[in-house]
Nanobody, 128 residues
Framework: QVQLVESGGTLVQAGASLRLSCAAS??????????MGWFRQAPGKEREFVAA????????SYEDSVKDRFFISRNNAETTVYLQMNSLLPEDTAIYYC???????????????????WGQGTQVTVSS
């Protein structure tokens, strides 16, 4: 089992930057073998893909609306994944979840079905 704990969510104004963290614990000895992803869910909407990163951090993928604003990274030694969010917009308001994939990388990293473990989420609110 792997436990994921997100942190860093808060209330910010539009245009601000924020960095989310996701700390993994438990059976993380092979942490670098598995991809990680960030998803978000806004009120009344389905959970949507935000970004993903391969096990060794060499490959990333982003949802179109966050490209060039959000950046995913990981520190395998500290079993932590980050999501740097810049130029935040009100439509970025959501609960952000990190997820631990069943593979290092695949063409389906934007699908929730690729992930074995999920965190509880952290709230990001962007005011206009």
């Amino acid at each position: 089992q792997v436990q994921l704990v997100e942190s860093g969510g808060t209330l910010v104004q539009a245009g601000a930057s924020l960095r989310l963290s996701c700390a993994a614990s438990g059976r993380t000895v092979t942490f670098s073998s598995y991809g990680m992803g960030w998803f978000r869910q806004a009120p009344g909407k389905e959970r949507e893909f935000v970004a993903a990163i391969s096990g060794r951090g060499t490959t990333t993928s982003y949802e179109d609306s966050v490209k060039d604003r959000f950046f995913i990274s990981r520190n395998n030694a500290e079993t932590t994944v980050y999501l740097q969010m810049n130029s935040l917009l009100p439509e970025d308001t959501a609960i952000y979840y990190c997820a631990y994939a069943a593979v290092s990388w695949s063409s389906m990293m934007n699908s929730p079905g690729q992930y074995m473990y999920w965190g509880q989420g952290t709230q990001v609110t962007v005011s206009s």
